[in-house]
């Protein structure tokens, strides 16, 4: 296997991506031409409105270093393999998006640069790091002593609550992740929301999930005492055969399935858990501060936010840590500007801009706890739990590996959540081929 920092050649990239036919099947990013060539190029995926807020950023930036042209390059729906396959052809964009779940197998290809290489040479800014952001966002882009993306913003996972239905059941929710619910507490809020008609079909659900269901499930499990796996970072063991674990994913599956208080996995394939939230037919909605906007859109929904529930409540309730960051491409011919970019990116004038947009939590808590932010989300009360939200949120796993795991989840929880088997069945199938996938890394 190729180190962190180790350059490969093209057919050992092919080998490592899926091969010459996944290559040719890609579909092609635009702005890869060889036009303007000397500008350096930002390779992200975002919405139009994500798009909009990101532009922001490039544009003040442009504004202060008016001898470094940027040219934003936005991907496709499925920005790793054009990453990788732009990569592979030598045209990989000096500036890279990059996902919490997935750079560790970018850095495991030699396809990031060790940003230590550029911390080392700049010990103001790198000593800036911990003082104005929150630790646990850089440590999740450490991968084997490597510093391989400087975080942009936390996206890790809530509740949004609708006011108005609160309000008239007399009911009111935490505001900081420290007073969170209990289980128990959690299910008698989602019974007293849950409201049927005569004939017994639900008109109101006291709660929808709007994340990837096996991961809401897992996070129910993390709030329930277990982990995802151990170590943090190249980790050879997984938490999913603990009773933590077990108890809480069929706690999740059970809200559904046994207490009927959140819509079945059948029954969400013919209704969207955001409309039902949207259009006041859901009290709870699980989702990240990427739903914020929809949902400030949405007419006469007056929402805010609070804390997952926990099984231990003393102890408080936990977010992820669901980040993106920024990295530079290991053979970038425009390092220097690339740094200067994700300095400014990450540091205190690019992440008040983006506190401003609205669109994002910043990284940087010097922007998340800034007047800019607190405009942006004006309608929201309990801020604190945006504000608070990476320092109460569990690490994922930093591997390689990862995406092998997270295919598993999928095969082995969706059945818990479908209510075909039960949880205990993890620890005969999930667990045993997770870890071996860990220790075969």
């Not at 994913?249 to 955001?274: G, H, K």
């Amino acid at each position: 296997m190729n180190g962190p920092g180790m350059p490969f050649g093209r057919r050992g990239f092919l080998r490592a991506t899926g091969g010459i036919g996944a290559l040719l099947a890609a579909p092609a990013l635009a702005g890869c031409g060889d036009d303007d060539d000397d500008a350096l190029t930002f390779f992200f995926q975002a919405n139009p409105a994500e798009a909009d807020g990101r532009q922001r950023v490039i544009d003040e930036f442009t504004r202060r270093y008016p001898d470094i042209r940027v040219r934003a390059l936005l991907s496709g729906p499925d920005p790793m393999q054009q990453m990788l396959t732009f990569c592979a052809g030598g045209k990989c964009p000096d500036v890279l998006m990059a996902w919490e779940q997935t750079y560790a197998g970018l850095a495991d290809r030699g396809v990031l640069l060790d940003l230590n290489t550029m911390l080392d040479r700049d010990p103001a800014f790198a000593a800036d790091l911990p003082e104005g952001g929150t630790e646990a966002l850089y440590d999740t882009f450490t991968f084997e002593g490597g510093q391989y993306a400087l975080p942009e913003q936390w996206s890790g996972n809530f509740l949004f609550y609708n006011r108005t239905l609160f309000d008239e059941a007399g009911l009111r929710p935490p505001g900081r992740w420290e007073d969170a619910w209990s289980f128990s507490e959690f299910l008698d809020i989602g019974r007293a929301l849950t409201e049927r008609d005569r004939s017994g079909e639900v008109r109101q659900w006291g709660f929808v999930d709007t994340w990837v269901p096996y991961y809401s499930a897992g996070l129910f499990a993390v709030n329930n005492g277990a982990a995802w796996a151990s170590p943090r970072t190249l980790p050879d063991r997984c938490d999913f055969s603990t009773a933590a674990f077990i108890e809480g994913v069929q706690f999740y599956a059970d809200l559904a399935n046994r207490y009927r208080v959140a819509p079945s996995p059948a029954e969400q394939q013919s209704i969207s858990a955001m409309d039902l939230f949207t259009q006041g037919k859901a009290a709870l909605a699980m989702g990240g501060h990427w739903r914020y906007q929809t949902f400030a859109a949405a007419d006469d929904l007056d929402f805010d936010v609070t804390a997952l529930p926990a099984g231990r409540p003393l102890s408080g309730a936990r977010s992820n840590i669901g980040t993106t960051g920024l990295a530079i491409s290991a053979g970038s011919r425009r390092k220097e500007q690339a740094w200067e970019f994700l300095k400014f990116a990450a540091g205190p004038v690019g992440q008040a801009v983006v506190a401003q947009t609205g669109l994002f939590v910043p990284a940087r808590g010097s922007a998340v706890r800034s007047a800019g932010f607190a405009a942006a989300h004006s309608d929201i009360h309990n801020l604190d739990i945006l504000v608070d939200g990476p320092a109460h949120s569990a690490p994922l796993p930093v591997t390689a590996q990862w995406p092998r795991i997270e295919a598993l989840m999928d095969r082995y929880i969706g059945p818990v959540l479908r209510g075909a088997a039960p949880a205990t069945s993890l620890a005969d199938h999930l667990a045993p081929e997770a870890d071996e996938v860990l220790r075969n890394r």
